[in-house]
């Protein structure tokens, strides 16, 4: 059982190498019981490797981890039993069906599973062969897979990529609930709005090294926007500390703005606008702007 003040998970100073380049450069942060933690970064980041080596599926070149304050390595397996996993990418059995799949897990995890539930939330057919289920339903058994045990700990890599908006909502939805049971969910991502939505902590990633890490509240003051205006007449906009005119050309006016935006959209509501649009900046834009330094 961990306490409360113990982390659920320990990276301290990973570094893993494959050949002469630094896929993971040296990385240390914790992750707390009953924490939804966002692993952020753009792809090649290092977010998968690291997820890699917390299961022990890769070894570190450096540096040491620790699950339920086993060592990822020496007592791995002990530490497997607690979590519940879904990778990147899908590596099933393509000759198994779903049920067999199920059934080999269960036998690794010894715990009361809840694989049928999940998969009629999901639409999703057990009876079927791997080699005979598409992309997104594939994906639907590997969320079975990590959810059926009901574990301590979920790691989740890019869960939602590739699924319809409707299958994403149910992803959200046994996120919440097993948070609200008490699990602790570590999942790596590039969607900002995802991780805004779901995590209370993240650890931000940016070429191999640990950029920040920082409540979820944070990360969201830092928020960067694109707005475009076309007035129907001239206007002249005051200026503003978090407000930068990138282009103004006749009545049409780009921006790009950080943080709050109320005092900016109080003024534009007395403005003569003919079109208004309001766009979040990526992730990649957002880590060039707060934390290519």
Request: glycine share 6%.
């Amino acid at each position: 059982m961990v306490k409360n003040d113990q982390p659920v998970l320990e990276i301290k100073d990973l570094v893993k190498h494959f050949g002469k380049t630094k896929a993971v450069d040296g990385i240390s942060f914790n992750v707390l019981p009953g924490e939804i933690y966002g692993f952020l970064g753009p792809n090649g980041a290092g977010k998968t490797t690291t997820i890699r080596c917390l299961m022990d599926f890769l070894r570190p070149s450096t540096g040491h981890i620790k699950v339920f304050d086993l060592d990822s390595v020496t007592q791995g397996v002990a530490a497997r039993q607690r979590i519940g996993y879904m990778p990147a990418t899908t590596s099933l059995n393509e000759k198994w069906t779903g049920w067999e799949h199920v059934k080999y897990a269960a036998s690794l995890h010894h715990t009361k599973d809840t694989a049928a539930e999940l998969a009629k939330r999901m639409e999703l057919d057990l009876d079927f062969s791997v080699k005979h289920l598409s992309t997104g339903n594939k994906q639907k058994l590997s969320l079975v897979l990590a959810f059926m045990h009901q574990a301590d700990l979920i790691v989740l890599d890019e869960p939602t990529t590739g699924l319809d908006p409707l299958l994403q909502q149910t992803v959200y939805a046994l996120i919440h609930e097993a948070h609200k049971r008490g699990a602790t969910i570590f999942m790596s991502s590039h969607n900002l709005s995802e991780v805004e939505r779901l995590c209370t902590r993240v650890a931000i990633l940016r070429q191999g090294k640990l950029v920040a890490t920082e409540p979820m509240t944070a990360l969201k003051d830092k928020h960067l926007y694109t707005i475009t205006v076309e007035f129907e007449s001239d206007f002249k906009l005051p200026s503003f500390p978090n407000v930068t005119v990138v282009n103004h050309h006749n009545n049409f006016m780009m921006l790009k703005a950080s943080g709050d935006l109320k005092p900016l959209l109080k003024i534009l509501a007395t403005a003569p606008i003919h079109d208004l649009q309001i766009q979040h900046a990526t992730l990649e834009e957002l880590f060039m702007e707060f934390y290519s330094r």
